[in-house]
């Protein structure tokens, strides 16, 4: 992959975007203990960076600025935990795979993008707890059927429904994010192309 | 002269411990991470104890940051979990009555988690970013050593700019009335701002006659052990996971 230094600049600067609200927004839902926290993260987090696949509408870009982001986040005060950096460069990667498969920048493929990147939230606890730490897959599920009927407030029994309607809000949640990306990157490319040029050498 | 992408056989020695390269560092985060996910559980300790004489010997720091509060309470909280396996309770704590297979998973759970902590503390506290970027530019991100540099300065001015223009949006009482429009203009205010500031940074670069194919990877930090230790690393894995 190469690419030109005005790409690379731009790719660095939403690289630098995501790390800062990983870094910031992060640490804040972190302490407040908010439901979805991890996928209100993911949504925000691809948001950045499915508008700078706008910008730099290349193969590897949102890879790339996933890679920026999760450097940024291991050196952050704190960044010792290693499920957050495999959060942000699986997003990136799901995100990436879809765009690359799509071609050009299109609303479905943004839309799907966002989807499949934000419902990797819910999948992760299976790959980081069970491969990395050990765990036992049906306690990670039990976790997992907890919390979607804490939040749904469906009863114990109604497991399968509370589990698929949990990763369809995930699904929901990102395909929003990744509406979001489009409307606002499409403001965005009209807005920048209307201020006074800066010259190119 | 120097030769670029040759391993240097350094003094590596200095008094009270011994130095690894890049590579030598890379090599043995990677060994860390293998050895969690693929020693089978009966043979972890021995890759715990492997783990433990590594980092005493190249960063002990991370060790005693271990001992934290704050890392021995999330340790806890990932297996605590385990205690309440089913099986027959070998010990009763007042209302805990946690059976063998609990607590040897419970036990299994933690030394995971310590290895991994103290193998990711490790890495990041002996690698400089830089050389991170080194490594992902020589894998095939051509340019991300720049990228990184670029993130790194425009961070705290990033992080400043987005609170001002939420306290800005917030004080004219945009997210009282109407919420997801102020969240598109938070957005595209943030963005504008972060791009054109892109543009400015790209522009100087173009006037220093940077250009991402011509710029070499940053050379890596070489050990005297680093092949030893990639070597060595490959027979213990192996010997953990294969033997019977």
């Given at each position: 992959m190469r690419f030109s230094t005005r790409e690379l600049v731009t790719m660095a600067v939403f690289g630098a975007l995501w790390g800062a609200l990983e870094i910031s927004l992060g640490a804040v839902l972190k302490a407040l203990h908010l439901p979805l926290s991890g996928a209100l993260l993911a949504t925000a987090g691809l948001t950045i960076a499915l508008i700078a696949r706008l910008f730099v509408?290349?193969?590897?870009a949102t890879l790339f600025v996933g890679v920026v982001a999760t450097i940024l986040k291991l050196f952050s005060?704190?960044?010792?935990?290693?499920g957050p950096m495999i959060g942000i460069l699986a997003e990136a990667l799901l995100a990436e795979v879809v765009l690359s498969l799509a071609g050009r920048p299109r609303r479905p493929a943004f839309l799907l993008a966002g989807a499949l990147g934000v419902a990797w939230t819910v999948v992760q606890p299976f790959v980081t707890g069970a491969l990395?730490?050990?765990?036992?897959v049906l306690e990670i599920w039990l976790d997992l059927v907890g919390q979607a009927t804490g939040l749904l407030g469906?009863?114990?029994?109604a497991a399968p429904l509370a589990a698929a309607a949990f990763a369809g809000l995930h699904l929901f949640l990102g395909a929003a994010g990744g509406w979001l990306a489009w409307q606002a990157g499409r403001q965005l490319s009209g807005r920048l192309a209307s201020a006074p040029a800066v010259p190119k050498l | 002269m120097i030769r670029s992408g040759v391993w240097r056989a350094t003094a590596a020695t200095r008094a009270g411990g011994w130095r690894l390269g890049t590579t030598g560092h890379l090599s043995l985060f990677v060994w860390t991470l293998a050895a969690v996910f693929l020693t089978p559980a009966p043979r972890l300790w021995l890759a715990a104890l492997v783990c433990l004489l590594a980092a005493i010997a190249f960063y002990p720091a991370s060790l005693r940051r271990l001992l934290h509060r704050r890392w021995l309470i999330l340790i806890g909280f990932m297996a605590f979990?385990?205690?309440?396996?089913?099986?027959?309770?070998?010990?009763?704590l007042g209302v805990l009555s946690p059976s063998r297979e609990g607590l040897q998973s419970a036990a299994l759970m933690s030394l995971r988690a310590g290895m991994v902590l103290v193998a990711v503390d490790g890495f990041t506290a002996s690698v400089s970013i830089g050389e991170i970027a080194a490594l992902f530019e020589r894998a095939g991100l051509r340019g991300l050593g720049f990228a990184v540099g670029v993130a790194l300065n425009l961070l705290p001015i990033l992080r400043h700019s987005i609170t001002v223009t939420w306290h800005s949006l917030r004080m004219r009482g945009g997210l009282r009335r109407h919420p997801l429009r102020t969240l598109r203009f938070f957005l595209v205010t943030v963005v504008a701002g972060a791009v054109q500031r892109a543009e400015e940074i790209a522009l100087a670069a173009e006037a220093r006659a940077y250009s991402p194919g011509d710029a070499r990877p940053a050379p890596l930090r070489a050990g005297a052990y680093d092949r030893l230790l990639l070597a060595a690393g490959l027979l213990v894995l192996l010997v953990l996971c294969l033997s019977l």
């Open positions: 509408p290349r193969v590897g005060i704190g960044g010792v935990l290693i990395l730490f050990g765990r036992d469906l009863p114990g029994s | 979990p385990a205690l309440f396996l089913p099986g027959e309770p070998l010990v009763t």
